[in-house]
């Protein structure tokens, strides 16, 4: 659970409030640390902290430099530091991020990518980098092999 102070920290830097009876459509682009408590059907990224309340609804991505989900959130992550699933919290989509603390009852239906990188994009992710490409002479090496093991094959 996010410490007390860390919390009152967080609260005391949020330049921009997105409140309860509010609903945005499309992006919102932030320098300082953002509350969301109604509903956003768009894409949030801020430089700072994203917090989305108990009452907060995104349908999006998000980024930020540090993220804590306590609403709803139906899109990827991406984080620089520290992401929290509060228990009120519900993510559906994908995380990337340096660190993640999910709470007992939050929901995260999607894939975790935690490295000490954070906002690196998830396509230059090891499991999404293509070969690297073969040279004249490696390509007819292989061509050579495959022709030996098809020769013995047609032998028996």
Do not use: Y
């Amino acid at each position: 659970m996010l410490g007390k102070k860390s919390v009152e920290q967080i609260n005391a830097k949020i330049s921009s409030i997105i409140g309860a009876d509010m609903l945005v459509d499309g992006s919102i682009h932030a320098k300082e640390a953002v509350r969301v408590e109604g509903t956003v059907n768009g894409d949030v990224e801020t430089d700072g902290a994203l917090i989305i309340s108990s009452s907060g609804k995104v349908k999006g991505n998000v980024k930020g430099s540090s993220i804590i989900i306590g609403g709803s959130l139906e899109g990827d992550l991406t984080s620089g530091g520290r992401t929290e699933v509060a228990s009120t919290g519900k993510v559906i989509g994908n995380i990337r991020t340096k660190s993640l603390i999910v709470d007992e009852n939050a929901v995260f239906q999607g894939q975790c990518i935690m490295n000490a990188e954070g906002l690196t994009p998830l396509l230059d992710s090891p499991a999404n980098a293509s070969e690297p490409e073969k040279t004249e002479e490696q390509k007819e090496e292989e061509q050579k092999k495959d022709n030996n093991n098809n020769n013995k094959w047609n032998k028996r």
